[in-house]
């Protein structure tokens, strides 16, 4: 485990809240690597906690899909899959489509003014070479087409769903080499929904999602010969 897990302490949560939420940041931004052990007691000793809130933590990011149970191993992080990468992202893909089609529509120009910033804001956190901020950047733009669809229900699915999402969306961050492209698919998304155009927004929307799912896969086989290989030594 990484020596820089700290908790996050928060005068207006329960203790085993902030365990839960920093526990669970760890995992989604790979503090906590895929297939690691989480040890309780170690864990607990790491936070300077009980194993009490530990194991309530475990237990739901467990229910979250983010930690698995292992018989005669107990609690691991749990893998990025290939099939878990695609359940998540035929979702998003749906949703994302529906927004950008929904604000082409909708978009008022105070949002329209927003998303631009937005972009903007996205290129220069690329510039930082931080994947947390280049990620935190990335969930602000789509969040501003999310809202200016005015749809609720949509908005409620999509926040229930955010945590999902945003360990796949860390993963493609992570690689500095598709940060151009990312660059230039936030800007056609932002085109085209300024021309009102949907078709064009709903092409580039997809695309986007197209682009990570072929980018996270192929990190996620290059990790598993990494494994093999090391496991050969």
């Known amino acids: 485990m990484e020596d820089n897990l700290t908790m996050a302490m928060d005068e207006f949560l329960p203790l085993r809240d902030v365990v839960f939420?920093?526990?669970?940041?760890a995992i989604l931004t790979g503090e906590l690597k895929p297939g690691e052990r989480l040890m309780e007691i170690h864990l607990a000793n790491r936070?300077?906690?009980s194993r009490t809130p530990i194991r309530e933590a475990i237990h739901k990011l467990e229910?979250?899909?983010?930690?698995?149970?292992?018989p005669r191993r107990g609690a691991e992080v749990a893998q990025i899959t290939e099939k878990s990468l695609k359940d998540?992202?035929?979702v998003r893909r749906a949703l994302d489509?529906?927004?950008?089609?929904?604000?082409?529509?909708?978009?008022?120009?105070?949002a329209t003014r927003q998303l631009k910033g937005a972009c903007e804001e996205f290129e220069r956190a690329t510039g930082t070479k931080d994947a947390v901020i280049i990620a935190k950047a990335?969930?602000?733009?789509?969040?501003?087409?999310?809202?200016?669809t005015g749809n609720k229900r949509l908005?409620?699915?999509?926040?229930n769903l955010s945590e999902q999402m945003y360990r796949y969306r860390f993963e493609y961050i992570k690689d500095e080499n598709r940060h151009d492209n990312l660059i230039d698919e936030h800007r056609m998304i932002y085109e085209s929904i300024v021309k009102r155009d949907k078709e064009g927004a709903a092409r580039a929307a997809r695309l986007h999602i197209d682009n990570q799912e072929?980018?996270?896969i192929r990190q996620i086989g290059l990790e598993q010969e990494q494994t093999v290989k090391s496991k050969k030594k």
């Open 214 to 216: 072929k980018a996270v």
């Open 47 to 49: 936070l300077g906690v």
């Open 88 to 90: 998540v992202l035929e």
């Open 138 to 148: 990335d969930v602000e733009l789509h969040d501003i087409i999310v809202r200016a």
């Open 63 to 70: 229910l979250e899909g983010l930690v698995i149970m292992i």
């Open 21 to 25: 939420n920093t526990l669970r940041k």
């Open 97 to 110: 489509v529906l927004s950008v089609e929904l604000a082409c529509d909708r978009i008022d120009e105070a």
């Open 155 to 159: 908005i409620q699915l999509i926040n």
